[in-house]
C-alpha cells in the first residue's frame, strides 16, 4: 500500500498553484495546440499528446506533492497555464538539478502571471523542500521567457547549450542556462 503524500496548492495574491483536474486538459491541449503559445517549442502538440503531459503532471505531483501544477485565477478558478518544479532530465548536461518553467495561455501574458506563480514555486522550492539551486532554460531566441529568469532574480550562467533532443541545426537547439541559489534568493 502506498503511503499518502500531501499535495501541495499554492496560493498567491492571484493565483492557486494546484493540482491537476479534468477540466484543465482541454484548455491545456487548446494552449499547446497555439502556434503563438508554442512558438519556442519544437512542435505544437496532440491533444493526445498534451493529456499525456497533464496526466504525467498530475502523477507527478501525486507522488511528491510538487511539480508542474496547473494554475488558475483566484477570482474565477479559471485555468490559465502552468508553473513549477521538475527534476531535469538526465541527458541535459547541467543533471542532476530540478528546474522551475512555465507555459500560460496568451490571453494571460503580459499580466505578471508568470512571474508571480515561479515567485510562489522559488520560495516553495526553497522554504518547503530546501534545494539549494535552481535551474531554468530556454531557446537563446526566447526573449520573453529570458525576461520573467531575470525578474525572478536569476543569473544567466553564460554556459550556453544545445538542447540533447533537438537536432544542432534546428532553431531552438541553442538553450541558455540561467540559475538561483538559496543565497541569492534570500537576498533578493
Known amino acids: 500500500m502506498r503511503e499518502n503524500k500531501i499535495i501541495n496548492t499554492i496560493e498567491t495574491e492571484r493565483l492557486y498553484l494546484r493540482q491537476w483536474q479534468a477540466s484543465d486538459f482541454a484548455p491545456f491541449a487548446e494552449m499547446n495546440a497555439d502556434p503563438k503559445v508554442m512558438e519556442y517549442f519544437p512542435k505544437l502538440l496532440t491533444t493526445s499528446m498534451s493529456n499525456t503531459i ?5 502523477s507527478l505531483i501525486d507522488d511528491n506533492g510538487w511539480g508542474f501544477w496547473a494554475v488558475s485565477l483566484k477570482d474565477t478558478d479559471a485555468f490559465i497555464g502552468m508553473v513549477g518544479l521538475n527534476n531535469v532530465h538526465a541527458d541535459m548536461p ?13 490571453n494571460y501574458w503580459g499580466l505578471g502571471y508568470a512571474t508571480e506563480a515561479a515567485r510562489a514555486s522559488l520560495n516553495f522550492a526553497f522554504v ?4 539549494e539551486e535552481v535551474v ?3 531557446a537563446v531566441i526566447n ?4 525576461l520573467v529568469m531575470e525578474r525572478l532574480g536569476m543569473t544567466n550562467t553564460q554556459e550556453d547549450f544545445f538542447h540533447p533532443m533537438l537536432e544542432s541545426n534546428h532553431r531552438l537547439a541553442e538553450h541558455m542556462l540561467y540559475k538561483i ?3 541569492q534568493w534570500k537576498l533578493a
Do not use: Y
Open 54 to 58: 497533464a496526466k504525467k503532471c498530475q
Open 94 to 106: 547541467f543533471s542532476p538539478a530540478v528546474e522551475i518553467a512555465w507555459r500560460l495561455h496568451n
Open 136 to 138: 531554468s532554460f530556454t
Open 128 to 131: 518547503e523542500l530546501g534545494i
Open 143 to 146: 526573449k520573453r521567457s529570458q
Open 181 to 183: 541559489t538559496w543565497q
